[in-house]
């Protein structure tokens, strides 16, 4: 068993994002691999703990919020086919808990899937690397590497609130 330290998602096996050039929130900030969504008003913002939306993807840091409108950044479409690797937000994850939706925790500028959450279902459970690659990962690991994929009803939700 190890605590492993979590990183933002990446994009898991062959998996495939269209990019796009979209116009950052005049106070946007997120570091790579951080999931996006897009504002009520029309910006890319990074997604809060349990979001409702999440459209996009971070190709790249946005250390510093713009300040304008008028700023674009290069980001990835998420789709429902693309599959993410991420770790578990604070504990283990069980068997069970492949094919179900968790909540997104976004803590630090750090996307994890959090078990405990099935209230703000935003992230589907497809299978954990110690069912894929057991000599690197382990079921006893806690923050478990996932695979989890965006469901389409939350890729399509209404636009959020600023955060």
Request: hydrophobic share 40%; net charge negative; aromatic share 6%.
């Amino acid at each position: 068993m190890a605590t492993l330290t979590p990183v933002n998602p990446r994009v898991y096996a062959n998996g495939h994002m269209e990019t796009i050039k979209l116009l950052a929130d005049t106070d946007a900030t997120w570091k790579q691999g951080q999931f996006l969504q897009i504002s009520a008003e029309g910006y890319l913002q990074a997604c809060a703990s349990d979001a409702v939306q999440i459209t996009h993807f971070a190709l790249s840091d946005l250390d510093t919020a713009p300040g304008n409108t008028t700023t674009e950044v290069e980001v990835g479409v998420i789709n429902a086919n693309v599959r993410f690797v991420m770790n578990e937000l604070d504990g283990t994850v069980a068997q069970t808990d492949i094919g179900d939706t968790f909540g997104l925790d976004t803590t630090s500028n750090v996307c994890t899937i959090d078990i405990g959450d099935a209230t703000n279902a935003a992230l589907y459970l497809e299978n954990v690397l110690w069912n894929l690659e057991p000599t690197k990962n382990s079921s006893a690991d806690v923050k478990a590497r996932c695979i989890v994929r965006v469901p389409q009803a939350i890729i399509d939700a209404t636009p959020a609130t600023a955060i």
